[in-house]
């Protein structure tokens, strides 16, 4: 059976170069995401944690190509960049929800005070 391949074309944002990796050379180390025309390359970190989903990815196309359906698979970045802007815009505002409840939790606490001070005063004055 032949071995599966993927092509990743890569368009580097500093030259503006194209350039094509395989990713079975990224997750066996033997090509690095660098632009072979200006030498830019990603971060170590999000190198490694790009390997380690490419390599997720294939495991998890081959077990369901062998089983179930055939796979080819067609990603824009761009697209990808548009649901992620649109998760943090989510994100945002889901912690600006936060903020506000914790808001109203610290006015809710301040009027718990109030009622207890009054209370004390209550008691005093007897």
Known sequence: MPRPTMSIDFTCQKCE????????DLIEG????ICPHCDSKAPA????????????????????SKKYFAVTLALEAEELEDEIDDD??????EAEDDDLDE??????SEDD???????????QDR
């Open 113 to 123: 005070e109030d009622y207890d001070d009054e209370a004390e005063d209550e008691e």
């Open 103 to 108: 808001d109203e939790d610290d006015e809710e």
């Open 17 to 24: 170069a194209s350039f094509e990796l395989e990713a079975q």
């Open 30 to 33: 033997t090509e690095k995401i």
């Open 45 to 64: 970190n999000l190198s490694e944690d790009f390997v380690a989903a490419l390599t997720e990815m294939r495991a998890q196309i081959a077990t369901l």
């Open 88 to 93: 943090d815009d989510d994100a945002d505002e």
